[in-house]
């Protein structure tokens, strides 16, 4: 079967968020899911296969880590529609069936695509005992992004700050279920971006991830409250970097960025 890598949240290869991709007839047992997206040893492998026409989804989708399967991911989403669109496999706006209900994915004239997905809710915790120390960094606020995305988002003094972390990655995997969103508002206003972050998912085997539209959905009202605006852009400021367009719709968040095709292959396995 075809297998590709996908960089996510990017207009070039080689930076963004990787992904896996593999379109098939249907999907196999968990464990040789598992093994595959192991054997990629990205953030996310992600598995679709077509559905029968008529029904409130077009395709079935699912995303795996290295390590475990998770409810929601925005970049392998963005590389699944991506392939869907540039191979012909289908046209248009298309609905993924997934763990976290309908999700659409629009393509645009210029090559962008934007994702229709929910708002993470956000809840205001404590600063839980012992961040700070394995950050690196003092977090301002915490706020707890509900149970479908398991992060908890902490806002640091400034760009600088969220830019140079240098986690205790050990550590930082007791302060939530998933991982840490840091977080501050962008330098300069005028540079192209809003906000900056970076993710810390040590629990789910990814101690950095590049680029992560899920976090968006929790990073869109976060920001949009503090700055005064429902359309927003975000910079992940990993060693890859991408930028995440962000638009607030109340209980959804669209995500718009780019995609682009690195490796097209074939498994024997």
Known sequence: MRIRIVDAFTNRPFAGNPAGVLLLDAFPADAWLQRVALEVNHAETAFAHRLPEGGDADWALRWFTPATEVALCGHATLATAHVLHSTGAHEGPVRFATRSG?????????????????????????????????????????????????????????EKTVVGLAPDLRALGAASERGIIATARAQDPTGGYDFVSRCFFPNIGIDEDPVTGSAHTALAPYWSERLGGTVLTGL????RSGLVRTELRGDRTLLTGRAVTVVDGELLA
């Open 102 to 158: 309908v999700l659409s994915a629009t393509p645009a004239e210029d090559g962008s695509i934007t994702l229709d997905f929910p708002t993470a809710p956000l809840t205001s915790v404590e600063i839980p005992d012992g961040l700070a120390e394995a950050l690196g960094a003092e977090p301002l606020t915490a706020f707890d992004t509900g149970p479908a995305i398991g992060d908890l988002v902490v806002e640091l003094a400034d």
């Open 236 to 239: 992940q400021a990993s060693p």
